[in-house]
């Protein structure tokens, strides 16, 4: 029989266990390192996160260090690798729960007060990742990577980078960059091109820049006229925005990040142009402006793509280039490629036609495709 003595020797032993469990918290606290020549303040909370975190409560936790770090930057170096390893296990927690997105506005906060600390950054920058948010990813890796103080600090951003251009990249982009023939035939049509311009400016877009490469070989042709690429894929201009650094081109050639269907031509008059922008007050310059918005100073003299697919039409290459040469190409401009052929020969085979079509006689069911 139950009785009322052995609940009550049930509560004082219950009541025991969370005391016994509280010193141990407090013995853990006291026996930390590292807190010397910080404030008593900066102490307390260092303990309170330490407590936080054993007891499970690592949102809390998290919060605490952070607080710590940013009101007193001297405790961060002691307690960094604590932080990290709460900071993981929260973020696994809700990735766990399917709440991975809960976790982004701490981990952006982690990394606005250790902008120094690679880890943080790639941590960051993985979960922009999951969350599908690509090009915010790969600004974080960049930093992580320029943040590192070893190489083997910045492995984990590397590799990230390394997979995300993998898969911005197709693969027979590969095959035609290396197609050594191909790209001497596009830098020799742009430097005739130049070339008849004699002393007047060539400006040149390239369309679909991918790389830059194209946009490369135009700047290298004519020393000052003005070269645009546009790249409607985010971690392609990212990549290409790498490309013209790393070959210090950055100045010459102008990327935007928009489809050529959305660019368009300044008006004539700088006053014409600030208002159809709408600047008012606004202290970016005008072309800094233009630039962000997708407008050109002037039509241009080449528009050059190598958008065509294996088939020239897939990429839809044709409309494209229809819409820019109307709406951003010179009278006396030209395309590139200007012309293109075709060639087509019939086949029946049903090993082929089997790969695009719906067999319907070896379903035996109305698919509707």
């Known amino acids: 029989m139950h009785t009322h003595k052995q609940d009550m020797e049930q509560d004082d032993d219950e009541e025991e266990d969370e005391e016994d469990e509280e010193e141990e918290k407090e013995d853990e606290t006291d026996s930390l390192t590292g807190l010397e020549g910080l404030s008593l303040p900066c102490q307390a909370m260092l303990k309170q996160a330490l407590i936080a975190q054993v007891g499970g409560e690592l949102e809390r936790a998290v919060h ?5 770090f940013k009101v007193h930057p001297a405790a961060a170096p002691n307690f960094r690798d604590e932080f990290m390893q709460v900071l993981t296990l929260h973020g696994s ?3 766990a729960q399917g709440e991975a997105a809960k976790g982004l506005p701490l981990y952006k906060l982690a990394a606005a007060v250790l902008p120094r600390d690679a880890e943080a950054l790639t941590l960051l920058g993985r979960l922009l990742f999951v969350l599908g948010k690509e090009g915010e990813a790969r600004q974080q890796w960049l930093a992580a ?3 590192a103080s070893t190489e083997a600090a910045c492995v984990e951003a590397r590799e ?3 997979l995300q251009n993998a898969r911005a990249v197709n693969r027979w982009h590969y095959r035609m960059i290396n197609d050594a023939e191909r790209n001497q035939s596009y830098e020799d049509a742009l430097r005739r091109a130049v070339e008849r311009r004699g002393s007047h400016a060539t400006p040149v877009l390239d369309i679909g820049a991918g790389t830059g490469l194209l946009a490369m070989y135009a ?4 020393s000052n006229d003005p070269v645009w690429a546009c790249e409607m894929s985010e971690p392609m201009v990212e990549i290409a925005a790498e490309v013209l650094a790393a ?3 950055s100045a010459r050639v102008s990327l935007l990040a928009k489809h050529s269907d959305d660019l368009r031509v300044a008006p004539r008059h700088s006053d014409d142009l600030r208002a159809a922008l709408a600047l008012g007050g606004d202290s970016m310059c005008l072309d800094e402006k233009t630039l962000s918005v997708g407008v050109l100073r002037e039509r241009v003299q080449v528009i050059v793509t190598e958008t065509a697919d294996c088939g020239l039409l897939g990429e839809s290459m044709m409309p494209s280039l229809r819409i820019a040469a109307h709406n951003l190409l010179a009278t006396d401009g030209q395309t590139m490629p200007c ?3 075709v060639h087509a020969l019939l086949v029946h085979s049903p090993i ?4 695009g079509r719906v067999n319907e006689k070896a379903l035996r069911y109305d698919l509707c495709v």
């Open 352 to 355: 082929l036609r089997s790969q």
């Open 64 to 68: 605490l260090y952070l607080m710590c």
């Open 247 to 249: 070959n210090k081109l």
């Open 160 to 162: 990230s980078l390394d």
């Open 93 to 95: 927690r809700l990735a």
């Open 219 to 222: 700047a290298r042709c004519s």
């Open 145 to 147: 990577i320029k943040a």
């Open 339 to 341: 012309n293109a052929q």
